[in-house]
């Protein structure tokens, strides 16, 4: 009965994996904070995709590891870079599988941030310079979907301005559009390699306290022609994703960050929480609020359960 009547509905399609790729051939290093998580060479990763198209899942977000950082981010945008490596591997071997790319410096600069640096700050506007040329280069390479995560002002409109230009028109923008500053990202950051050398990501990332600014930061980021408007973490900000879902004609995206997963995994292997239906309660909960789209690293395990 209760199959019957409910209102909420999950899909495997609707999950979107994220991924951490790096160097070298034949590589699977666990995550310690994330289990059942790991940093894949390529090779590793194509086996991943291949998996993860088997269960109906619907796409996976790629976070590349660069073999080394400077200050210029330059293995970002890089014809050979990982994400651009991965992104090929992934289309020839899994065509049908949606690959989305995130289009961001911290896992490529040396200080950590996600852009130009001056002074102790980072610059917005020469940051789009950055930007622009990995979003294009992901496209060269073959993703289906950018989506940039940095939270410069303006950068949806100059990735589409570049993307336009290169003959990209159809290639969609999944913007990070209310990006909070968040605490629940520290697992990410060991994932990633990508943990601040000084300072913070509040200036660019949002104020976990305000909502209306959240809501205004996504109609910037419609207006200048996102495709689609991502809210992360999830979890913490089901409210802002049904304002999202209200307002916005356009699939909106939640992440559930690394945090969120990390916490769930931490109460299970305690004894403190069941792993399985924590999982399902909280994948539904962010669909009820309004996502389309679920990042979420309890992907596989969550299709399985659903099959």
């Given at each position: ?98 690959v989305v790319t995130d289009v961001c410096n911290c896992e ?200």
């Amino acid at each position: 009965m209760r199959r019957l009547v409910r209102e909420t509905h999950l899909e495997p399609s609707q999950f979107v994996l994220p991924l951490f790729v790096c160097p070298g051939e034949g590589i699977r290093k666990p995550i310690n904070s994330m289990p059942g998580n790991a940093q894949l060479s390529v090779d590793e990763m194509v086996k991943e995709c291949e998996e993860i198209q088997s269960l109906g899942i619907g796409g996976v977000m790629l976070f590349g590891i660069p073999e080394t950082k400077d200050e210029h981010a330059s293995g970002a945008y890089a014809d050979d870079g990982i994400t651009q490596q991965a992104v090929r591997a992934a289309k020839a071997a899994t065509p049908e599988l949606i690959v989305v790319t995130d289009v961001c410096n911290c896992e490529y600069t040396s200080h950590g941030h996600c852009g130009v640096i001056v002074g102790n700050d980072v610059d917005n506007d020469r940051t789009f310079e950055w930007l622009t040329k990995t979003a294009v280069s992901h496209a060269k390479a073959g993703a289906d979907m950018i989506a940039p995560s940095d939270m410069m002002d303006g950068r949806v409109a100059m990735i589409r301005k570049a993307l336009d230009a290169e003959g990209f028109s159809n290639k969609p923008i999944f913007s990070y559009a209310a990006k909070f500053a968040s605490v629940f990202y520290g697992p990410f950051r060991e994932a990633a390699e990508s943990t601040p050398q000084f300072g913070d990501r509040r200036s660019y990332q949002m104020d976990p306290a305000n909502y209306r600014e959240a809501i205004h930061e996504m109609e910037l980021d419609f207006e200048e022609g996102a495709d689609m408007l991502m809210i992360k973490p999830a979890g913490p900000y089901l409210d802002v994703i049904k304002a999202a879902r209200d307002r916005f004609p356009v699939p909106i995206g939640a992440y559930q960050v690394s945090g969120e997963f990390a916490m769930i995994m931490a109460a299970s292997a305690n004894g403190w929480i069941d792993r399985d239906r924590a999982m399902m309660e909280t994948l539904t909960a962010i669909r009820r609020a309004g996502a389309d789209i679920i990042l979420t690293y309890f992907s596989k395990d969550a299709a399985r359960a659903l099959a």
